[in-house]
């Protein structure tokens, strides 16, 4: 009977210790680019519902820091939108909708209009000056031209980095 007991313990022993990790590649494995994905604010942009059935863009935008972290990168994506179009566009403090638009975040020259290709998409990216926040309210706006830069035609709220 104790040897029974003690060929089952060895074996229960000779189990375990096959199943352990030593000497194995670690199953997850953490990168420095990593490190910027808990700092990178995201948005989806579409258009206002007072433009149903006439503008229907969409899209998305990002905002995360320079390598350095001295100075923050935005990035966007429109789709839908009328080819050839020209559309300037920036990030603002405050909330789209709302009369909380506290200003453009930098300066207006970092955001260069977005042209608008034959298949209705654009893309467009700006470097800001200033270190990417880490709280508040922030928001992406397009507008309908330059000739009418009061008429926003895609927006979207940026949703701070989770923590």
């Not at 670690?26 to 808990?38: K, Y």
């Not at 020209?86 to 200003?103: K, M, S, Y």
């Not at 930098?106 to 209009?113: D, F, L, P, S, W």
């Amino acid at each position: 009977m104790c040897t029974r007991r003690t060929v089952t313990l060895t074996v229960a022993l000779l189990a375990l210790a096959g199943c352990s990790s030593s000497g194995r590649d670690p199953v997850v494995e953490v990168s420095a680019q990593d490190a910027t994905l808990n700092t990178r604010w995201h948005a989806n942009l579409a258009s206002p519902t007072s433009l149903a059935g006439v503008v229907q863009m969409r899209g998305s935008a990002s905002m995360a820091p320079s390598a350095d972290g001295s100075e923050t990168n935005v990035t966007l994506t429109l789709a839908n939108a009328s080819p050839g179009g020209l559309h300037p566009w920036a990030v603002h403090r405050g909330q789209c909708g709302t009369a909380t638009d506290n200003g453009v975040f930098g300066r207006n020259e970092a955001y260069k209009a977005l042209k608008v290709g034959d298949d209705g998409l654009a893309d467009g990216a700006a470097t800001v000056p200033l270190t990417t926040p880490r709280t508040g309210g922030y928001f992406v706006v397009v507008y309908a031209s330059v000739a009418n830069p009061e008429t926003v035609v895609a927006c979207g709220n940026l949703a701070p980095p989770t923590r």
